[in-house]
Protein backbone atom coordinates (compact mmCIF):
# COMPACT_ATOMS: atom_id res chain seq x y z
CA UNK A 1 0.00 0.00 0.00
CA UNK A 2 1.41 3.57 -1.35
CA UNK A 3 1.34 6.12 1.69
CA UNK A 4 2.86 9.63 1.02
CA UNK A 5 2.84 11.76 4.44
CA UNK A 6 3.68 15.30 4.36
CA UNK A 7 5.59 17.00 7.50
CA UNK A 8 6.99 20.79 7.51
CA UNK A 9 4.14 23.17 7.28
CA UNK A 10 3.02 25.71 9.75
CA UNK A 11 2.54 29.71 10.25
CA UNK A 12 5.23 31.72 8.98
CA UNK A 13 5.46 35.50 8.58
CA UNK A 14 5.60 37.03 5.07
CA UNK A 15 9.20 36.88 3.56
CA UNK A 16 10.05 33.42 5.40
CA UNK A 17 10.80 30.31 4.85
CA UNK A 18 9.56 26.55 4.80
CA UNK A 19 10.68 22.90 3.91
CA UNK A 20 8.22 20.49 3.46
CA UNK A 21 9.04 16.92 2.99
CA UNK A 22 7.34 13.87 1.88
CA UNK A 23 8.43 10.65 3.00
CA UNK A 24 6.90 8.00 0.64
CA UNK A 25 6.49 3.97 1.28
CA UNK A 26 4.86 1.00 -1.11
CA UNK A 27 6.30 1.83 -3.90
CA UNK A 28 9.93 1.96 -6.02
CA UNK A 29 10.47 5.45 -4.98
CA UNK A 30 13.51 5.93 -7.07
CA UNK A 31 11.25 5.33 -10.52
CA UNK A 32 8.65 7.64 -9.49
CA UNK A 33 8.39 11.32 -10.53
CA UNK A 34 7.43 13.18 -7.61
CA UNK A 35 4.71 16.44 -7.89
CA UNK A 36 3.91 19.29 -5.29
CA UNK A 37 0.72 20.86 -5.46
CA UNK A 38 -1.70 23.10 -3.22
CA UNK A 39 -4.72 24.09 -2.85
CA UNK A 40 -5.33 27.65 -1.64
CA UNK A 41 -8.83 28.40 0.66
CA UNK A 42 -11.64 28.51 -2.01
CA UNK A 43 -9.62 27.75 -5.01
CA UNK A 44 -8.94 24.58 -6.70
CA UNK A 45 -6.11 22.74 -6.38
CA UNK A 46 -2.86 23.61 -8.14
CA UNK A 47 0.22 22.71 -9.95
CA UNK A 48 3.28 23.35 -8.09
CA UNK A 49 6.04 21.57 -9.37
CA UNK A 50 7.51 18.17 -10.20
CA UNK A 51 10.61 15.84 -10.31
CA UNK A 52 11.74 12.82 -11.81
CA UNK A 53 12.74 9.98 -10.48
CA UNK A 54 16.41 9.91 -10.77
CA UNK A 55 16.13 13.79 -10.37
CA UNK A 56 17.17 15.03 -13.90
CA UNK A 57 14.03 16.40 -14.70
CA UNK A 58 12.01 19.08 -13.03
CA UNK A 59 9.33 21.42 -13.61
CA UNK A 60 7.84 24.31 -11.99
CA UNK A 61 4.77 25.78 -12.17
CA UNK A 62 5.14 29.41 -13.43
CA UNK A 63 3.91 31.32 -10.33
CA UNK A 64 6.76 29.80 -8.28
CA UNK A 65 9.58 29.80 -10.51
CA UNK A 66 12.76 31.28 -8.43
CA UNK A 67 11.46 31.06 -4.93
CA UNK A 68 10.35 26.92 -4.56
CA UNK A 69 12.70 24.23 -5.23
CA UNK A 70 12.67 21.06 -5.30
CA UNK A 71 14.54 17.98 -4.54
CA UNK A 72 14.11 14.47 -3.45
CA UNK A 73 17.06 12.19 -1.64
CA UNK A 74 15.85 8.54 -2.37
CA UNK A 75 18.05 6.78 -0.06
CA UNK A 76 15.28 8.37 2.18
CA UNK A 77 12.41 8.14 -0.18
CA UNK A 78 11.89 11.52 0.69
CA UNK A 79 10.80 14.82 -1.60
CA UNK A 80 11.54 18.15 -0.35
CA UNK A 81 10.07 21.82 -1.12
CA UNK A 82 11.69 24.34 0.01
CA UNK A 83 9.21 27.57 -0.36
CA UNK A 84 11.22 30.90 0.15
CA UNK A 85 10.13 34.31 0.39
CA UNK A 86 7.19 34.02 1.38
CA UNK A 87 3.31 35.54 0.64
CA UNK A 88 0.24 35.66 1.67
CA UNK A 89 -1.02 34.13 -1.36
CA UNK A 90 1.26 31.01 -0.81
CA UNK A 91 -1.12 29.93 1.79
CA UNK A 92 -2.70 27.13 1.80
CA UNK A 93 -2.47 22.83 1.80
CA UNK A 94 0.17 21.57 0.24
CA UNK A 95 -0.21 18.06 -1.13
CA UNK A 96 2.43 15.84 -2.30
CA UNK A 97 1.65 13.15 -5.04
CA UNK A 98 3.19 10.54 -7.13
CA UNK A 99 3.34 8.91 -10.54
CA UNK A 100 4.06 5.12 -11.61
CA UNK A 101 4.75 6.80 -15.10
CA UNK A 102 8.57 8.59 -15.13
CA UNK A 103 7.46 11.52 -16.89
CA UNK A 104 6.78 14.80 -15.82
CA UNK A 105 4.13 16.30 -16.39
CA UNK A 106 1.63 18.42 -14.25
CA UNK A 107 -1.06 15.08 -14.83
CA UNK A 108 -1.41 11.87 -14.30
CA UNK A 109 -0.86 10.99 -10.51
CA UNK A 110 -1.68 7.76 -9.07
CA UNK A 111 -1.32 8.71 -5.25
CA UNK A 112 -1.93 11.18 -2.47
CA UNK A 113 -1.04 12.43 0.32
CA UNK A 114 -2.85 14.05 3.20
CA UNK A 115 -1.38 17.23 3.08
CA UNK A 116 0.16 19.90 5.19
CA UNK A 117 -1.11 22.85 6.26
CA UNK A 118 1.07 26.30 5.24
CA UNK A 119 -0.39 29.99 6.48
CA UNK A 120 1.38 32.85 5.71
CA UNK A 121 0.69 35.88 7.85
CA UNK A 122 1.38 39.01 6.35
Known amino acids: QVQLVESGGGLVQAGGSLRLSCAAS????????MGWFRQAPGKEREFVAV????????NYAAAVKGRFTISRDNAENTVYLQINSLNPEDTGVYYC???????????????WGQGTQVTVSS
Open 51 to 58: ISGNGASI
Open 26 to 33: GLTFSSAA
Open 97 to 111: AAKKSPNVSQAGYDY
